[in-house]
């Protein structure tokens, strides 16, 4: 199982289930499959925090640093909504990694045709200051 925070606004969890050999790990993915199990539970301890309406009926608390991750499980009624948890087959994550990879190229190629248009309107605009300096030149020399 791989643990990593995500953009500063989450955990994203990420683990290889033996469906093959274990018929736990089999039982799980089918819940998950099905949508029976969704959500996501964890227990952990708090390193850094910031909170928000403190004089309200339902403050908010920001964690900013966790020192130790004790448990983290799917589970169908979650105490904390926003979680999520969803199976998906190694064919399904290839794609997913495919698509991923897709996208960034041609974000990327985006980026390198804007750049290139930039700069050649740049070189454009200078030729433009260059040829009326000459011209300037031209009618007062």
Not at 10 to 32: F, H, K, P, V
């Amino acid at each position: 199982m791989q643990l990593s925070v995500v953009k500063g606004e989450g955990l994203d969890i990420r683990a290889d289930l033996d469906t093959e050999r274990n018929t736990t790990a089999q039982a799980l993915y089918s819940a998950a499959d099905r949508g029976d199990v969704s959500g996501m539970s964890f227990m952990f301890t708090v390193d850094g925090a910031s909170w928000e309406d403190l004089d309200t009926d339902h403050p908010v608390r920001h964690v900013t640093s966790i020192r130790k991750v004790f448990e983290v499980s799917a589970c169908t009624w979650p105490a904390y909504e926003d979680t999520t948890f969803a199976a998906r087959s190694k064919e399904e994550a290839l794609e997913s990694a495919e698509a991923a990879l897709e996208s960034a190229r041609a974000r990327a190629a985006e980026e390198k045709a804007q750049a290139e248009a930039e700069a050649a309107e740049a070189q454009r605009k200078a030729k433009i200051e260059e040829l009326k300096a000459k011209i300037t030149s031209i009618k007062e020399g």
